[in-house]
């Protein structure tokens, strides 16, 4: 399913109109990346938790010339499923 399928399941759902239903996904999207940014976490009970974690630097090998490359630390958005995701899926 991608973003399109996604809006259109939202608007036939929610008896609400396709424009409402991008409007209501996109203003969803952005204040859980917004929180993210911030270094919150986002807790929907029952389906999840997003969240940031950071890796650390790390040795790594270019997979062309087999030489030995530094891969620098980074922060990763994360997702743990909740237990009603889990058993719906399962």
């Known amino acids: 399913m991608n973003k399109k399928d996604l809006i ?5 759902q929610a008896q609400i109109s396709k ?3 991008k409007l209501a ?4 999207l952005d204040a ?10 986002v807790s929907l009970i029952g389906f999840g938790t ?8 790390r040795q790594g ?13 980074k922060k990763v958005a994360k ?4 237990a009603e995701l ?3 899926v399962n």
Do not use: C, M
């Open 8 to 12: 259109n399941v939202i608007a036939e």
């Open 19 to 21: 424009a409402s239903a």
């Open 25 to 28: 996904l996109d203003a969803t």
């Open 32 to 41: 859980i990346s917004n929180a993210l940014a911030n270094g919150d976490k």
């Open 50 to 57: 997003f969240s940031v974690a950071e890796r650390g630097a």
């Open 61 to 73: 090998v270019n997979p062309a010339t087999k030489q030995a490359i530094e891969i620098p630390a």
């Open 79 to 82: 997702f743990k499923a909740g």
């Open 86 to 88: 889990a058993e719906k």
